[in-house]
């Protein structure tokens, strides 16, 4: 019933719109203009915030802002805690199939992409500013657009930063507890404004 109702509401409202555009290229009078409307169209522009976990969140927990000025392109910001410090990534991403519920999105971004830390020892502390390559998977929940993101990446580190995390793991002095990963994962939800 739902499709239905939303069939003739759809139905209804194109056959408006083209009349409307019907009546707005009929032929005026000589001798008067005719008036020009700027255009309502968005293109498609979309908006979303949101809370989440990873390197498009700018750090180990943050914020991510994305803006799609066009169907299949996001721009994205993201700042967040580091766990050293605060942190932020700038990037873009592609996305593949943006009308279906699920999109696999292949995405480049700058910025935060590791992090060393070392309890008592502050002078081991880094941050790794880069760039990484990574895709998302887009999952789009209930009518209002708003969506789940998982991500996955490969960070592209400086050689100057793991020259420093190469000396922090070969110090006996220091018991190292969570390694530095080749790949990193990210989450988060994201409200369309």
């Given amino acids: 019933m739902k499709k239905f109702v939303f069939a003739i509401a759809l139905s209804f409202l194109t056959g408006s719109l083209a009349m409307g555009q019907e009546q707005a290229a009929a032929p005026q009078p000589?001798?008067?203009?005719?008036?020009?409307?700027?255009?309502?169209s968005t293109g498609g522009q979309q908006v979303y915030l949101g809370p989440g976990l990873g390197l498009d969140y700018g750090g180990f927990i943050g914020v991510k802002l994305e803006y799609l000025p066009v169907k299949y392109v996001g721009i994205f910001g993201?700042?967040?805690y580091t766990l050293v410090s605060a942190g932020y990534n700038v990037g873009a991403t592609v996305?593949?199939?943006?009308?279906?519920k699920v999109?696999?999105?292949?995405?480049v971004m700058y910025g935060y992409n590791g992090a060393i830390k070392v309890a008592g020892a502050s002078q081991y502390d880094?941050?790794?500013?880069?760039v990484t390559v990574g895709a998302n998977l887009d999952i789009k929940l209930g009518s209002r657009g708003n969506k789940l993101s998982f991500a996955l990446f490969v960070p592209i580190?400086?050689?100057?930063?793991?020259?420093?995390?190469?000396a922090v793991k070969n110090n006996s002095?220091?018991?190292?507890?969570?390694?530095?990963?080749?790949?990193?994962?990210?989450?988060?939800?994201?409200?369309?404004?």
Avoid: H
């Fill in 173 to 193: 002095s220091i018991d190292m507890k969570t390694p530095l990963l080749p790949v990193a994962i990210g989450a988060g939800f994201n409200f369309k404004l």
């Fill in 126 to 130: 880094a941050i790794s500013y880069g």
């Fill in 30 to 40: 000589s001798g008067q203009e005719q008036p020009t409307a700027p255009p309502t």
């Fill in 157 to 166: 580190r400086s050689r100057s930063f793991m020259d420093k995390y190469d």
């Fill in 103 to 107: 999109s696999f999105n292949p995405m």
């Fill in 95 to 100: 996305k593949t199939t943006p009308d279906k």
């Fill in 78 to 80: 993201g700042v967040g």
